[in-house]
């Protein structure tokens, strides 16, 4: 189901003020997360050396020490430099909008402000975006160049539409993505088949794993007043009418129900998970989100 248009503003004119002002908090905020939460993690192994007077006793590696016969200590060093991934879903379901922008539209503009805070921190960022497969593939690296890369896919009418397979998405990433990057998934998470689970468990393993779900309000509710309405399957095309008044209720609460699920998926593999409609603003609601996980790994 492609597309011959998009409405994507990713560099709000100057007038927008507002706008600019508090993307350049989301912007210190994500530098901040960022530096709290993965950084203070960043020490990772860096081998091994001799022990002299005055080392931490608790850094001997006995069975080293055992094996070289000579006592060893093991030393570490930080990394202050990482990677952040995105992988952002442009498959037909995300086509679809009951307000004035598209889920694929609003999903793209803050994948791209997230991207500018990142190059901003001096970390490497990448993106694929993907329906089945991957549309394309932006190598994460450092520089102003990677993100004029990003914004000229995502401005690109034909990088959009397609069917749906998330596990296949995972797979490919974890091909190629050193596991001290963070992965950042954006998807409405429709039509996700069954054992999906496994390959979001297998990816926490490896990575720092945040969900975003992205909705339309007409995802999550139908309208309150009563008459028939058509419902679409974007991915077989099969039309259905349904009864509003009738089918209003039991609507919400079985897409209240496929949201916990996809929540409670991310949250028992250790990962983090937030939910945007399109009709809010997703600039306030992400720097909450974020500051809220600084302060929970302080």
Not at 68 to 87: C, G, H, I, M, Q
Not at 225 to 247: A, C, E, S, W
Request: proline letters at 3%.
């Amino acid at each position: 189901m492609p597309i011959k248009d998009l409405r994507i503003d990713l560099n709000p004119e100057l007038k927008k003020l507002d706008v600019n002002a508090r993307r350049d908090v989301l912007s210190k905020t994500l530098e901040g997360e960022w530096a709290t939460v993965f950084k203070g993690r960043g020490i990772e192994f860096a081998g091994f050396r001799k022990y002299t007077y005055g080392d931490d006793a608790s850094l001997i590696d006995w069975k080293a020490s055992l094996r070289a016969k000579e006592t060893l200590v093991r030393e570490f060093e930080d990394y202050k430099n990482f990677t952040v991934f995105f992988l952002l879903d442009v498959s037909d379901s995300m086509l679809f909008t009951s307000i004035e922008k598209l889920k694929c539209e609003y999903a793209a503009e803050l994948a791209y402000m997230m991207a500018d805070a990142i190059n901003k921190a001096g970390d490497a960022v990448g993106l694929a975006m993907f329906n089945d497969k991957f549309v394309n593939n932006i190598q994460p690296t450092i520089g102003s160049e990677t993100l004029r890369h990003i914004e000229t896919n995502l401005l690109n009418p034909n990088n959009y539409g397609g069917n749906y397979d998330l596990p296949k998405a995972l797979l490919m990433t974890r091909s190629f993505i050193d596991q001290k990057a963070v992965l950042i998934i954006i998807s409405d998470f429709l039509g996700l088949k069954k054992g999906w689970d496994k390959y979001i468990k297998l990816m926490a393993d490896n990575y720092e794993l945040i969900g975003i779900m992205i909705k339309d309000p007409r995802d999550r509710e139908l309208p309150s007043t009563g008459g028939q309405m058509l419902l679409k399957d974007p991915f077989t095309g099969k039309n259905i009418y349904v009864d509003t008044k009738k089918y209003a209720k039991k609507y919400k609460e079985m897409n209240l129900i496929q949201e916990n699920e996809v929540k409670e998926v991310f949250k028992k593999s250790r990962g983090d998970f937030l939910i945007l409609t399109t009709d809010e603003d997703y600039i306030s609601k992400l720097t909450g989100f974020f500051r809220k996980r600084s302060k929970r790994s302080e």
